[in-house]
């Protein structure tokens, strides 16, 4: 009787640990590319994101924003690809930023970049599934399906699908929350255009933008 109160009070709790074993099982599975650095992320991840990655890292490391690579092409400007790489993301800025006093490993920040910023979108699709759950076991039994899923894992692979869907499972939940549930409350705007903008960094808004079209298009033709 005590356990199952518990749980009927603090569902948010239970679900929390599982999500919190859910992923120390997915850590402990990528072990060798998380925890020791033996490997890393494989096909577009390694043959073109992760050396733009080093560049930037290393000088952010070192206290230089690097607007200039002198590297390529005999040298040349280095801003546009912050943009379309999407460098300026706060989760990249911040797993660089607090990883280097973690590990001097480029490797090890990269991979864990990636498999934050997966987390993150994994946990948006769960934060706009959950109110359409009913039950508790529902809800738990959507944690290991998104983090175990193609959408997820493809991402440490190529990165198309992280890159285009990375905020778009928030901007439809604070959608929802405006036009579905009438909740007009001035954080639901501010954080809708807030992760809207941060999508212009990169030329990659365009998923986000054809989200947004087919959202508007449905409401415009079905609302009723």
């Known amino acids: 009787k005590g356990i199952g109160e518990i749980i009927k009070r603090h569902p948010a709790i239970i679900e929390a640990i599982i999500g919190i074993l859910a992923t120390a099982f997915l850590i402990y599975t990528m072990k060798s590319m998380l925890l020791f650095g033996e490997t890393t992320l494989a096909h577009d991840n390694l043959l073109w994101n992760y050396p733009v990655f080093q560049f930037f890292a290393e000088n952010i490391i070192n206290g230089h924003f ?21 460098l300026l993301e706060p989760i990249t800025l911040l797993t660089i930023y607090i990883g280097q006093f973690i590990t001097n490993d480029i490797v090890m920040l990269f991979n864990w970049n990636r498999f934050i910023q997966s987390l993150v979108m994994a946990l948006g699709v769960y934060i706009v599934f959950r109110p359409w759950t009913g039950h508790l076991l529902v809800r738990l039994s959507l944690i290991p399906i998104l983090l175990y899923s193609s959408f997820m894992l493809g991402s440490f692979r190529q990165d198309a699908i992280l890159n285009q869907f990375l905020w778009v499972p928030f901007i439809a939940y604070f959608l929802f929350r405006i036009v579905y549930y009438k909740d007009y409350r001035w954080h639901n705007w501010f954080l809708l255009a807030a992760i809207i903008g941060l999508n212009w960094q990169s030329y990659f808004f365009t998923g986000t933008w054809i989200f947004l079209l087919f959202f508007f298009i449905g409401l415009l033709f079905f609302r009723r």
Not at 70 to 83: C, K, Q, R, V
């Open 66 to 86: 690097p607007l200039w690579d002198p590297f390529s092409h005999a040298g040349e400007p280095f801003y546009p690809i912050i943009g379309q790489m999407r």
